[in-house]
């Protein structure tokens, strides 16, 4: 069995509860809607947000078919003290999938960073240029991943 398999998947690491965790990590970095880089079903996305508003770890804007959530300050405290644990979950992580692949997941999160932030002052031009680099290294991928 391979790790990510053993693991029932990149996120599925995080044991019982741990999830809440990672959605306050990924609310930290910025305010978002109810699905943002990783989807999960509506199932497992709203009750953790139900119940991070009902602690005070979230705060909540928006109509009823377009809210947005951000973190609290109750949250980032929150967050802040379990920073060691999440840490160690994803040192875990890491070690289980191998050195490589974990060096290789951090760099694809890295770059959906930088273009996330980035993205609403992209120009055309430039994101043409983005685009054929994507379209390149996707066929590199491609060929590499043949081998």
Do not use: C
């Given at each position: ?53 009902r602690k005070g770890y979230l ?89």
């Amino acid at each position: 069995m391979s790790a990510p398999e053993k693991f029932g998947g990149f996120f599925h690491f995080f044991g019982k509860g741990d999830f809440k965790g990672l959605v306050l990590h990924l609310l930290e970095e910025r305010p978002m809607h109810g699905y943002g880089f990783y989807k999960p079903s509506a199932g497992a996305i709203y009750p953790a947000l139900r119940a991070l508003l009902r602690k005070g770890y979230l705060s909540v804007s928006g109509e009823e078919r377009r809210k947005t959530y951000r973190i609290t300050r109750e949250g980032k405290a929150y967050l802040r003290s379990r920073r060691k644990e999440i840490e160690q979950r994803f040192r875990a992580f890491e070690s289980a999938v191998g050195p490589e692949r974990a060096a290789l997941f951090r760099e694809f999160r890295a770059t959906w960073k930088l273009l996330k932030t980035n993205m609403s002052e992209v120009t055309p031009n430039q994101a043409d240029e983005l685009r054929r680099i994507v379209v390149e290294m996707r066929e590199k991928a491609l060929r590499i991943l043949s081998k």
